[in-house]
């Protein structure tokens, strides 16, 4: 709109005219140029951030496509839930509150006051053999994640997941839908080792070629047919974040196959979409080249639930202080080249 | 010593035994290591973390090799005396006092609670004709270095400068202290175009022929020939902050300089060294090749003032609260791969 544009001028008027030489604070001056444009403000301000955990279970774990057993995905929920996972040191750091949501494990949960439970099914079917899930699951899935955003307070939200073999499905939703190839997009994810790798690279193959690609092209079909319910509920998340003009903190590979399919059902939720680290995932870079996004971090993490995306928190911030708190040129009585 | 090795091997262990995939936090647990050998301790604290900006002026300023007029250093220094500039910002963020210290602007500064008056001299003489210090002065500015870290609280250190035409005293330092070429050490600085880059290019080029390798080797010697104030100081910092087990946090290029310098006085400096930011200076990937350093981030920033430094300490802290807080394997009951 041209509102936009006229705020947009001013903002980069006020980054420009800061006590610094032209373009010296990097990549934080267009994060403050999105955090302002986010929040259609000159001065934008964060406020109470939220952690949400999507966890889930994939049925293709059974092709030995993961270094760790199914189980520890149920293990590693009840660990965040008693506050023991890398997660949850960061959140605390930063001040986060943190939700874990039951997209989809393959067991039952105990109640606890930080689990929503939310559980599409037990786990997704074997997608070597047949559709992840039905199409009404990916919906119901995408709307579990949109009401789960919709209850939350504040105005950033971070994003991680939980679920033992899920790098599988991110890869194949990576090549589905920016038509990287299949081998490009597969990585090691947790530790696998060479031959480990070859047997995920060969199962992903075979199991892409199983389901040919919706023509035409159908982003719930793709979701339904190589997803989990994590990456389905993440995306739905995202989605209603944008619509609310909510900061997104984005992790890493998963997360970014839940932005692709969010970016598939809806391009302009891509503004509000902080990219936070690159992971040494393979397809990570190809996923972030296509979304033509210059990631805050890169610090070899490949951990997941959303590890990146909190540890790049304090830079989001610094990008909304500086341009906030910073003297001008003027101000300060400071020569301007 | 064989109670350090011993405590690398329990470090390691408890960093490998948390719940999380091995390495699967990549540069943070590297760092984890490092803060554990600094403060020989499994359970690294860190506290009253410090700011201390190092400013004086350059007589090589008068070749115009910076983009900006030298007058801008007193200005900038004024700047952060009052709040205003970008490192006050994030030193307030992450709860960091901060000092400015008077190396050798060349002015009179009036008297500030925050501003440190140890003026070696004017600004340094134009290296171009002579020596930029005397050997005295040199060595007066190692010292005054070391008494500032001395009288300050806290275990984390992190040390910024402000000078104009200070990447020029950096990029002699790189060439002669690592043998780089001094067209490949010389960069656009606050943002030269080409023309102004290769006048530079070819000031340094001259400056550094004017200057004959000292035979034997003689850090002292070079510094005092190739270097400014706040670099020479910034290097006695260092020292003194290693010497008492600080964490000390490196900036930018700059700041890489004195690390060199402070590396070839002592080598054990290193260890205690947390490279904090790569800039877009041509020189600092070299400088950061030649220290076998990683650093934590890389943002594009090319201000200097610490601003790396400071942008980067959230991690710093992650590394230590991920090792002294997060669940073991064992005591999560999470299983194992």
Chains 1, 2 share one sequence.
């Not at 959140?91 to 930080?114: I, S, T, W, Y």
């Not at 190809?286 to 997941?304: F, I, S, T, V, Y």
Request: proline share 4%; with cysteine.
């Amino acid at each position: 709109t041209t509102a936009d544009l006229a705020l947009e001028a001013r903002l980069r008027h006020k980054i420009d005219h800061k006590t610094k030489p032209l373009g010296a604070l990097g990549l934080l001056e267009a994060l403050a140029l999105q955090l302002g444009l986010i929040q259609r403000s000159e001065s934008p301000a964060l406020h109470s951030p939220q952690m949400v955990v999507f966890a889930a279970d994939h049925g293709i774990a059974a092709e030995g496509v993961s270094a760790y057993p199914q189980a520890v995905t149920v293990q590693m929920v009840g660990n965040m839930l008693a506050g023991g996972a890398a997660i949850n040191v960061f959140a605390r750091q930063h001040g986060f509150a943190l939700q874990v949501v039951d997209a989809g494990v393959a067991a039952e949960l105990p109640a606890h006051p930080q689990l929503q439970p939310r559980k599409i099914a037990m786990g997704t079917k074997n997608l070597c053999a047949e559709a992840a899930m039905s199409r009404a699951e990916a919906q119901a899935a995408l709307a579990a994640g949109m009401q789960t955003v919709a209850a939350l307070p504040g105005n950033v939200v971070a994003f991680g997941e939980m679920g033992i073999a899920n790098t599988s499905p991110a890869a194949l939703l990576l090549a589905r839908l920016t038509g990287a190839g299949i081998i490009d997009a597969t990585g090691r994810g947790t530790g696998l080792d060479d031959p480990q790798l070859l047997h995920k690279q060969a199962v992903l193959t075979r199991a892409l070629a199983r389901h040919p690609a919706t023509e035409p092209f159908d982003a719930v079909g793709e979701l339904a047919a190589l997803g989990g319910f994590e990456i389905a509920m993440m995306a739905g998340a995202m989605l209603q974040a944008a619509s609310e003009r909510r900061v997104v903190l984005v992790d890493g590979f998963i997360a970014g196959a839940a932005a692709l399919v969010a970016q598939a059902l809806a391009p302009a939720v891509r503004d509000y979409l902080v990219f936070c680290h690159r992971s040494a995932e393979t397809g990570h870079r190809l996923l972030l080249a296509h979304l033509q996004a210059k990631p805050l971090l890169e610090l070899d993490l490949r951990l997941g639930e959303g590890t990146g995306a909190l540890l790049a928190w304090p830079l989001v911030q610094s990008a909304a202080n500086f341009l906030n708190e910073m003297a001008s040129f003027e101000s300060a009585g400071v020569s301007e080249k």
